[in-house]
């Protein structure tokens, strides 16, 4: 089993910066690759970005593009994203999640690819 803990979330005003970060414990041994999704109130979780087994690869979305960036340190089994130039649509649950594969690029675009999943860190963005 693996465990992902979430925090750095809070409340914040719009332009400014976060940084959330995502621990691993537990069986952490092999190749996985991270997600950050985020489920605003009344809506679907979806990933906002993403970061491969071998670090080598990124996904952001659209409405992150540019503001988000995502990093990882193996050494800590711990996967950063630094969110700046945050807007009030950032608002949200972040969730961050793992799914262990054999490909090391691959970053998985859907919710059911992956194993684990952290409780969740509140990000409010305020106007």
């Known amino acids: 089993q693996v465990q992902l803990a979430e925090s750095g979330g809070g409340l914040v005003q719009g332009g400014d910066s976060l940084r959330l970060t995502c621990a691993a414990s537990g069986r952490t041994s092999g190749s996985y690759a991270v997600g950050w999704f985020r489920q605003a109130q009344g809506e679907e979780r979806e990933l906002v970005s993403g970061?491969?087994?071998?670090?080598?690869?990124?996904y952001f979305a659209d409405s992150v593009q540019g503001r988000f960036t995502i990093d990882r340190d193996y050494a800590k089994n711990t996967v950063y994203l630094q969110m700046n130039s945050l807007k009030p649509e950032d608002t949200a649950i972040y969730y961050c999640?793992?799914?262990?594969?054999?490909?090391?690029?691959?970053?998985?675009?859907?919710?059911?690819?992956?194993?684990?999943w952290g409780q969740g860190t509140q990000v409010t963005v305020s106007s």
């Open positions: 970061i491969s087994g071998s670090g080598t690869r990124y």
């Open positions: 999640a793992a799914h262990f594969l054999r490909d090391p690029w691959e970053i998985p675009p859907d919710l059911g690819s992956y194993e684990y």
